[in-house]
């Protein structure tokens, strides 16, 4: 059964920092590109980043381009969003999918990927 889960959320201060992970169970995660989408409240879903299946190439929309950082383990079958100086603008729920793209001035559209996670809550706060 193919499947995304997010995990690594919480609430933390301004500045600080928080690991995400997607892992992916019931299809070689080798062969796919993986995007990390957030919708904020009362705001439409967005890309915010992709990796593409080898790893070589990553994406960043300029809101989190400079903090956040995507890897990839395939042989962990996990891909990862490390953020860093978050802002609470950054508050929302953050969301992985699969896809076949993830190239250079990509904007990680939501059609271009499928199979999305449960999603994980990110509340940057004081």
């Known amino acids: 059964q193919l499947q995304l889960v997010e995990s690594g959320g919480g609430l933390v201060q301004p500045g600080g920092s928080l690991r995400l992970s997607c892992a992916a169970s019931?299809?070689?995660?080798?062969?796919?590109?993986i995007g990390w989408f957030r919708q904020a409240p009362e705001k439409e879903r967005e890309g915010i980043s992709c990796i593409s299946s080898s790893g070589n190439t990553t994406v960043y929309a300029d809101s989190v381009k400079g903090r956040f950082t995507i890897s990839r383990d395939n042989a962990k079958t996990t891909v990862y969003l490390q953020m860093n100086s978050l802002k609470p603008e950054d508050t929302a729920i953050y969301y992985c999918?699969?896809?076949?793209?993830?190239?250079?001035?990509?904007?990680?559209?939501?059609?271009?990927?499928?199979?999305w996670g449960q999603g994980t809550q990110v509340t940057v706060s004081s």
């Open positions: 019931g299809f070689t995660l080798d062969y796919y590109s």
């Open positions: 999918a699969r896809g076949f793209f993830c190239y250079t001035d990509y904007d990680v559209p939501q059609s271009d990927f499928n199979s």
